[in-house]
């Protein structure tokens, strides 16, 4: 096959990008003194680069690409699409078999409480959606002061003003008058930042207190619903302790306030489940999904919505003035289904609950050893490694210096030694495409020891 790249120069490529293109989450800067690297093509877990160099792409892209790159049932099902229906929308009581079929698939393969779905672009439109959805459901009930949603600290629920509002980075909030109204944040279950001197089951349950501390503070019955992450990937791909959920759940319960579960990273076999929601114990009201949802091939995002929720909406809403031009587009549709299907093919969802992801959790035992590793978590495919210096008396790990900027420093040597692996802070987080094989974990894990070495 022939390349579709224009044969350029990577300094062609990269005096281009620098002139017009405004990169998302980007120092625009630093990224023209650096340019950027061009990601050319890519194959199962590997990337190349326009220097021809390979990289193992441990992120699967932006935590998406769950079946790796290049499969041809995905390929094929977006060209069939594409020359029998490229485009129709479901607005005006119109819709499509790929979106039809699609929001069928998703009732099967989503914990039973789900026979519904709300299309998106995106998973921060699918946030986007939860906000204006919890709150409408609320009103038709007849409680319009229902109308908080909380949140925590550290978490990421998307780009949008909804999306970054529900999320808790002080970066995000500080630019664009951000959080909107009505948004609360409470600590995140982060034992290494706010364990104290507790031990981790002990710390989840005092953590997920502080969400029945903020139902009270605001008031019970002005509280529409609390979001989360299972587990928090944008935040450093933090682990919760099991004690976290189940008394979440527990608390949402007692004051009748709607569980979201964000899904759009922990979703579609991600923790060795089909859903976070399932490996931590919870039966969320609405959950979000987009990425691993077509493994990023195309875009797509989407809302759950609980049996509850939308027999209100159904049934006692009348009109629910929300859309995107995009929802069920046929194409992404198409592509998602032939996902799924592989998913379930290739049983990636088993094959990470009971041998990738038990045997990376060991791999990472191992890398625990490693002198700049306080601390390594894993969770089905994701891991984190939390670089700190250890202290020789066995007693607990000081943080570097934010000024040192360890987690950069380490993403430098990933970088040049063909290994993509994200820094957040002090931690080096990965999520590798789930038909990671065994060998392929252990090849991985020989390329992030080499790198913490480097970092050292
Ligand atoms: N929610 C979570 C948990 C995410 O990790 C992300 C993106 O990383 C989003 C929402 C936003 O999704 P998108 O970037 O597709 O808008």
Not at 94 to 104: Q, R, S
Not at 377 to 393: E, F, I, P, V, Y
Not at 414 to 421: P, Y
């Amino acid at each position: 096959m022939t390349s579709t790249v224009p044969p350029r120069t990577t300094r062609e490529w990269q005096a281009a990008d620098a002139a017009h293109f405004l990169h998302p989450f980007t120092d625009f800067q630093s990224l023209a003194k650096k340019g950027s690297r061009i990601i050319t093509k890519a194959d199962n877990i590997y990337l190349t680069d326009s220097d021809g160099h390979r990289i193992l792409d441990a992120m699967s892209g932006l935590w998406c690409v769950n079946v790796g790159y290049g499969q041809q049932a995905l390929i094929d099902a977006a060209t069939r699409q594409l020359k029998e229906l490229p485009f129709y929308n479901a607005f005006f009581q119109t819709a499509t078999p790929p979106a039809i079929e699609l929001a069928e698939l998703l009732s099967e393969v989503t914990p039973p409480q789900f026979s519904r779905v709300f299309f998106s672009g995106s998973g921060s439109e699918g946030n986007d959606t939860v906000v204006r959805m919890v709150r409408r459901y609320w009103d038709i009930l007849g409680h319009p002061q229902r109308s908080v949603i909380i949140s925590r600290n550290n978490a990421y629920h998307g780009s949008t003003m909804a999306g970054a509002s529900l999320g808790g980075m002080s970066g995000m909030h500080a630019q664009g008058g951000l959080p909107i109204p009505g948004i609360e944040h409470i600590e995140q279950p982060y034992w290494f930042a706010n364990g104290g001197d507790l031990g981790r089951d002990e710390f989840g349950r005092v953590a997920a207190g502080w969400l029945e501390q903020k139902i009270l503070a605001v008031g019970p019955d002005k509280v529409a619903a609390f979001i989360g992450e299972p587990v928090q990937g944008a935040g450093g791909v933090i682990v919760p302790p099991d004690t976290y959920w189940p008394e979440i759940q527990r608390i949402c319960d007692k004051y009748g306030v709607l569980l979201v579960s964000d899904e759009v990273i922990c979703g579609f076999g991600r923790t060795g489940h089909w859903f976070g929601c399932e490996r931590f114990g919870t039966r969320p009201d609405l959950m979000t999904f987009a990425k691993g949802v077509t493994s990023g091939y195309v875009p797509l995002g989407g809302v759950m919505v609980g049996d509850r929720i939308a027999k209100v909406l159904i049934e006692q809403g009348g009109e629910f003035e929300h859309g995107y031009t995009y929802s069920g587009h046929p194409v992404s549709c198409a592509v998602a289904l032939a996902n799924i299907r592989l998913i379930q093919e290739l049983k990636l969802v088993e094959r990470v609950r009971d041998d990738t992801g038990p045997y990376l959790a060991q791999v990472y035992t191992q890398l625990a050893d490693h002198p700049l590793v306080a601390e390594a978590q894993t969770c089905g495919l994701m891991g984190a490694l939390l670089l700190a210096r250890r202290d020789a008396k066995g007693g607990r790990a000081r943080p570097f210096a934010p000024e040192v900027g360890i987690g950069m420093v380490c993403r430098g040597h990933c970088f040049a030694n063909g290994l993509i692996m994200r820094a957040v802070g002090d931690r080096m987080i990965i999520a590798p495409p789930l038909v990671m094989t065994r060998a392929q974990i252990d090849e991985m894990a020989a390329l992030i020891r080499r790198c913490l070495d480097l970092t050292l």
